[in-house]
């Protein structure tokens, strides 16, 4: 086992440093300056336009920005954002608390309905509910999020008037030195109603964030179910007399559970992507909307800064994915 | 079940209601476009940004709401030396900064502000000068560096501006938010306590309202200043909701979670405008969207060329489908609302077959050309491929064929400024409400060498004459002549085609009370309150 861990996370170094390459060619091969961005239609002497792009150190070949960046980034300094003049890894952490109360949620919201619906789809194949189940689970796995959002908003803001259109919290609520966790900093303010505005600000993102995972989840837990329901062993269970749901629910869905697992850690990346339209659409202050707009403006060391700790963040819940997997799975860790 | 299922339903829904209800009636909640980069108002020049800065700050010299007239501000008043060099500004007393967390001011407003606050950006050797960066956008892109020699303290309510040379629009220019001014009192504190940084994270300045706290991206707050020199706001708070979506903003609005929001999508306006519970307020934007014929390139070094192409151009035609009629066709490089404008100039006529017939007597017949069209939506250009579509049909009815082309935008800018555009898309808002901000674009100094933002490429040396006269001149009337004459000069010349004004709009509930749409674009709380 402590030879699997230190092999996996041996791996982690040049996928790192892979995201770390991909990111800095793919911003540096768009072209334009984040000088020319800041000052827009306006013009400025050329060599004024050097001496900027020198003082935010744009002026050496490529390779050494590269190795001065890696370094840099070894010791823990992510640089300064060009627009907002501070660290970025301030301002990602600013932002991060959001996206990753977004993600969870999107993400208990997947697999607390999908994983049942798989299980029900599975136990119940061909039957009506099946294939109804699997439709709409093509559906929201086709569905383009900013459309799917703003159709919530228009049926359930406007037409229904049940939840707000967008934000983390209603106008009025403010906590001084907040965590960034709206739903704890809700909680632990005694504001009234500050907990249940957090929520509800909450229920859309979530279920549009959550819808795709939701699709793969629920898809993934049906097959896998399929194909243990059909083992000898369930057939086992089942001629013993065993109750459907334990046969269903014990033996079953336990196996069924481990290419699930890793499913729903491979989801965390979708979800991660799937955070920049629904932060945009829902005004969500996560590190989505940021890093978009980053990339628009040319802001090298944030684009790069957030990519790298996203990815380190995947990474990262990768490894653990990988961890329980083996857990769950002797002969896989015993294979590596 | 069903029951339990319906009651937790509607208990449910309750909670909600409650938690949405709940609304101080004195907060003015303003659904703002995007995130402001900071809060330092002369590290920045994004229009998101300098609306965020604005509440908090003054400068010496304002424009009066509503209007491009500079009016006395910080400065009570003003002289300007026989030779237009040197500005002695007479400040006004008893102004305070603000209280913020960290900070108390123990003195109110003076001389060492002034200076402080321009030098920063104006002196390498500043303390503050490198401090966030040490690039000044707007400062730069105004040309300040070089058109400001010193700023000095005469006594401590007297500030002496020197020039290098004379400037008739800087009293306008001193209205931008790159003047603003910063308290010396507090950037001392924080270069004591080792947290210079902080004087563009945590604004203090003597504005309407103060800062209070900004979430990233989510949300700005201000409360109304108690002590403020211009009497006492009719709003206790004023709150920025960052909602970057258009659909988004309204929808806010319709169901009350903001009062004003700005840069509505032009589709949506019939329905807002059919609100009861709303107003749209509009008022003709101090832009123009132009396309440009690089006279560096043949055919366009030939005036009746150039004038035939402003005569194919069907701008009726734009309005309708790339503004759905909220702009007004263009005439002259000089929108309508800035002073100077020359109404008599009349545009050339949509005369297709006219304007064939002159690029056939020049031998221009089947001409095939990139026209560059604006790959970003613009306050002036709103779709820049649908214009480009228009323009290249129009364009083909006259014999030339256009191939429709565009880069990323930094890199679009770059190369037009370069003069690597053949026909292409491009405009400019107010930066101030002066003539000159608009009709030096077009101007090469009198070198017979364009500068970048000459995008046309186009010398002549009688409308740079014109251009250095209206900088030399203070007296406005006079100066209105002068670009009256450069206006039409420029219409006669025809380098550019002036294609639409836009038009700005601003959806607000109708309890929103003393909201006055800005000419120069800007978005100003000051003032407003809540009915």
């Known amino acids: 086992m402590i030879r699997f861990v230190i092999q996996r996370v041996l791996l982690i170094i040049p996928t790192f440093l892979g995201a770390a390459l991909l990111t800095f060619v793919l911003i540096h091969a768009i072209p334009g300056d984040p000088v020319q961005m800041l000052l827009g239609e306006k013009v400025i002497d050329p060599v004024r336009h050097q001496e900027l792009l020198a003082q935010i150190g744009l002026d050496k070949p490529l390779p050494i920005q590269f190795v001065d960046y890696v370094w840099n980034v070894l010791q823990g300094d992510f640089g300064k954002s060009i627009q907002s003049k501070e660290s970025v890894l301030s301002d990602f952490f600013q932002l991060f608390p959001a996206t990753l109360e977004l993600a969870f949620c999107a993400m208990v919201f997947a697999v607390v309905i999908g994983i049942p619906a798989g299980v029900l789809a599975a136990e119940r194949r061909g039957s009506v509910y099946d294939h109804t189940l699997m439709g709409a689970a093509l559906t929201g796995y086709s569905m383009p999020i900013f459309w799917w959002g703003l159709l919530l908003i228009l049926f359930f803001s406007l037409y229904l008037g049940w939840t707000p259109v967008s934000g983390r919290i209603d106008l009025d609520y403010y906590f001084e030195d907040g965590t960034n966790f709206m739903l704890y900093d809700s909680l632990v303010s005694g504001q009234e109603g500050a907990f249940a505005s957090a929520v509800s600000h909450l229920i859309l993102p979530t279920i549009v964030l959550g819808t795709i995972p939701l699709a793969v989840i629920a898809r993934m837990t049906r097959s896998a179910m399929l194909e ?22 014990i033996h079953a869905l336990r196996n069924a559970l481990i290419p699930v697992v890793t499913v729903i850690g491979l989801q965390v990346g979708t979800l991660m992507a799937g955070a920049i339209l629904t932060e945009n659409i829902f005004s969500w202050p996560g590190v989505g909307s940021w890093l978009v707009n980053s990339i628009y403006q040319r ?20 490894l653990s994915v990988d961890l329980i997997y083996g857990l769950l799975n002797p002969r896989i860790r015993g294979r590596r | 079940m069903k029951v339990r299922l319906i009651t937790a339903t509607a208990a449910f829904a309750l909670m909600l209601g409650t938690a949405m209800s709940a609304q101080a009636a004195s907060t003015l909640r303003y659904c703002s476009e995007g995130s402001p980069e900071g809060f330092g108002p002369q590290l920045f020049d994004a229009g998101t940004t300098l609306d965020a800065v604005r509440p908090v700050f003054n400068r010496l010299i304002e424009t009066k709401f509503g209007t491009t007239d500079p009016v006395a501000s910080l400065a009570e008043k003003w002289e300007v030396s026989d030779d237009g060099l040197t500005y002695t500004f007479h400040l006004r007393q008893g102004v305070k900064f603000h209280t913020v967390k960290g900070f108390k001011p123990t003195r109110d407003f003076n001389a060492d502000d002034v200076v402080f606050s321009f030098n920063r950006m104006l002196d390498k050797n500043n303390p503050y000068h490198a401090v966030n960066g040490g690039t000044y956008a707007y400062f730069e892109g105004m040309g300040m560096p070089d058109k400001m020699k010193s700023v000095e303290k005469v006594d401590d309510m007297t500030v002496k501006v020197t020039l290098n040379a004379p400037e008739a629009p800087f009293i306008a220019e001193l209205g931008m938010e790159w003047a603003s001014i910063l308290s010396k009192e507090y950037a001392d504190q924080l270069e004591k306590e080792g947290k210079k940084e902080q004087i563009d994270l945590v604004p203090v300045g003597t504005g309407p309202f103060v800062f209070v706290d900004y979430q990233k991206d989510a949300v700005i707050r201000y409360k109304a200043n108690k002590d403020y020199w211009r009497g006492k706001q009719k709003v206790d708070n004023l709150v920025f909701a960052i909602t970057k979506d258009p659909a988004v903003r309204k929808a806010k609005l319709e169901k009350g979670e903001c009062d004003i929001y700005p840069y509505p999508a032009a589709a949506d306006l019939a329905e807002l405008k059919a609100n009861p519970k709303l107003t749209v307020e509009e008022s003709e934007g101090p832009n123009v969207a132009y396309m440009i014929m690089n006279n560096k390139m043949k055919p366009w070094d030939n005036k009746i060329v150039r004038q035939a192409v402003n005569m194919a151009i069907n701008k009726d035609a734009i309005v309708k489908a790339v503004f759905a009629g909220g702009a007004k066709p263009a005439v002259n490089p000089l929108p309508p609302t800035i002073w100077g404008y020359n109404d008599a100039v009349k545009g050339y006529p949509y005369d297709p077959a006219k304007a064939k017939e002159m690029l056939e007597s020049q031998g221009v017949k089947d001409l095939k050309v990139d026209l560059w069209y604006q790959p970003v939506s613009r306050p002036y250009n709103l779709d820049g491929k649908k214009m480009g579509e228009l323009m290249q049909a129009d364009l083909a009815k006259v014999g030339i064929n256009v191939n429709l082309v565009t880069y990323d935008w930094a890199e679009y800018l770059k190369r037009m400024h370069a003069g690597e555009s053949p026909l292409g898309q491009i405009g400019w808002g107010a930066d101030i409400g002066d003539p000159d901000n608009f009709m030096y674009l077009h101007g090469c100094g009198g070198t017979g060498n364009p500068p970048g933002q000459n995008n046309e490429k186009w010398c002549n040396n009688e409308y740079d004459a014109l251009l250095k006269q209206g900088l030399e ?10 670009y009256k004459k450069a206006q039409e000069l420029i219409h006669e010349e025809a380098p550019i085609v002036p294609i639409v004004h836009s038009v700005t709009f601003m959806p607000m509930s109708k309890k929103v009370d003393g909201y006055v749409i800005d000419p120069l674009g800007i978005h100003n709380f000051e003032n407003v309150g809540l009915k």
């Not at chain 1, 329901?229 to 086992?236: F, I």
């Not at chain 1, 802001?299 to 990768?318: H, K, R, T, W």
């Not at chain 2, 001149?473 to 002068?482: F, G, L, N, W, Y």
Request: hydrophobic letters at 45%; zero cysteines.
């Open chain 2, 473 to 482: 001149t203070s007296d406005q009337a006079k100066r209105v002549e002068i």
């Open chain 1, 299 to 318: 802001d090298y060391p944030s684009v790069q800064g957030g990519v790298l700790l996203i990815a380190g963040f995947v990474i990262l819940v990768n």
């Open chain 1, 228 to 249: 243990v329901l059909g083992e000898d062993y369930v057939r086992t269970a089942r001629a013993k007399g065993l109750s459907g749901f334990r046969v269903v629910g």
